[in-house]
């Protein structure tokens, strides 16, 4: 993993008045060359530590095109001297954490042997607005998101929701935040929103065993769009434990997009009204966009986004502990 050294990147042209970061070397690739899809502990520090610069690049460079700003606590995050504290904005804490969990993961006897399932649950009662819409500077922006339901939501109601859901079913996982653009739980709005879900790595029961448990879950809980299920499970090989579990460690990286459709049938036609005309278009977030998730995100720590269900529960609490050493020491200095 590559150090802070005391010199600018060669693509930060200019100083900013006030130096906000550590300032460290280049990293060994393009940065204007595509992020790649994250499927192992490479991509996934890449992906961290390429978004990282370009979040901190836009803080600390501002242009007159820069729209955002975040809030003082969220850019204190994302210091490197911070990452012992597991600051879910924080890159180098989301790296650290995530070679932690997948050493715990890989040694639990339950997932070696599966069978395993990843559960993506998305409640659409848990979806809320940025509230930052309007406001005349960025400044009033980063306010109002700070002050807005979606970045006080408390994730143990999410985490109690799955945890019931499951019943004895063992299963970890982490709570996470996705932007939706113009888009609401009740369609079409003139604001954005961030929808409150959860990744989870449960084995134990078969995609059809699982399919019946979580039946209930998904008749109580309609999803952010309609036509789509709140509860989506599918099978994991033995070859794609990594890939799935690193995908739920990792930070918002996609916007949802929803996007009309005119033609989605040769047989029927549609109105505007028709709710099948709608889908959800996934992209990369833009610099900006990450910038507001800071302020969503702020004050939220790792240790306290991973939980988990009956066995899972040990293996969080395992993971915590050992991700927690380095805090904990400091503490005692």
């Not at 078969?206 to 599918?234: F, N």
């Not at 996609?254 to 040769?266: E, F, G, I, N, Q």
Request: a positive charge; glycine letters at 4%; charged letters at 25%.
């Amino acid at each position: 993993m590559p150090e802070y050294a005391h010199f600018l990147s060669p693509y930060r042209a200019h100083r900013s008045v006030r130096q906000l970061f550590e300032i460290r070397p280049p990293f060994p690739y393009d940065p204007r060359s595509p992020l790649p899809t994250i499927v192992d502990m490479a991509t996934f520090a890449e992906v961290h530590l390429r978004t990282d610069d370009r979040i901190k690049n836009y803080l600390e460079y501002p242009r007159r095109n820069y729209k955002q700003v975040a809030c003082r606590d969220a850019i204190d995050e994302l210091q490197r001297a911070k990452a012992h504290a597991l600051y879910a904005n924080n890159a180098y804490s989301r790296i650290a954490f995530a070679e932690i969990a997948l050493k715990h993961v890989a040694a639990e006897p339950g997932i070696v042997y599966g069978p395993r399932c990843f559960v993506t649950i998305t409640p659409a009662r848990y979806a809320f607005s940025l509230g930052d819409r309007g406001m005349p500077d960025r400044q009033s922006r980063s306010m109002m998101r700070r002050l807005s339901e979606a970045a006080h939501f408390k994730i143990h109601h999410l985490q109690q929701l799955a945890r019931q859901a499951f019943g004895d079913l063992p299963f970890i996982g982490m709570v996470e935040v996705a932007l939706f653009p113009r888009w609401s739980s009740s369609g079409w709005a003139v604001f954005d929103s961030v929808s409150w879900h959860c990744h989870l790595l449960a084995w134990g029961a078969t995609r059809e065993e699982l399919d019946g448990i979580l039946q209930p879950l998904r008749d109580r809980h309609a999803s952010i769009k309609e036509g789509v299920t709140s509860v989506h499970i599918q099978e994991v090989p033995d070859d794609d434990i990594v890939r799935q579990f690193v995908y739920a460690l990792k930070a918002p990286q996609k916007v949802y997009r929803t996007a009309y459709l005119r033609t989605v049938s040769r047989e029927q036609a549609l109105t505007d009204f028709d709710t099948r005309a709608w889908r959800i278009k996934k992209d990369w977030l833009r610099t900006g966009d990450r910038v507001r998730l800071l302020d969503i995100m702020a004050g939220r720590t790792l240790d306290r986004l991973l939980f988990g269900n009956r066995e899972g529960t040990a293996l969080a609490r395992a993971i915590r502990d050992e991700a927690l050493k380095p805090f904990r020491a400091s503490e005692k200095r």
